[in-house]
């Protein structure tokens, strides 16, 4: 069923893929007229009319918020813009939505391969460029001083406040 099967009052879905996933389900609250996405251009001895893309504009409400899907192909059961899809059909989102789990699952599956990408392409970076090892060398170093000094602040401030107990009357 594409979009331009849709009717007012038909259900519209809505998933929202931003920082936290989440569905919307609201009703179309009304549709254009099919029209072509492009406007043929009059071009003398060419075949007019094929392949010209119908699209509508959907206007459908969510928690009583109203929100414009434009240039919406008829042609799809579904259609995605930046981070949301949306559909006329339940069916169709239940496979975008179990889509979306199975690459998070996939995803999480393949974190320790990754975690271990990332340790074993440093070492192999410092081998292929000397470069870069001596920056990752300096690196640690740098690292290693400040920590160094961190404990022998922390050993002063001890000694410190030691003789400031000696110093002060009782």
Known sequence: MGFNNLGNGSPFYLLRRGEKPILEVGVVKSKTDPRPLYQPQAVPNAF????????????????????TFPDVPISVEIAARGNDTFTGSREAMLSAVDSMLQASKKALEQVDYHKVVLKEGERMLETLNPRYAEEKRQARTIKSLEERQSETDKKLDSILAILQKLDSPS
Do not use: P, S
């Open 48 to 67: 007019n009319g094929t392949n010209i893309q119908q699209v509508v504009n959907i206007v459908a409400t969510f928690n009583g918020k109203d929100e």
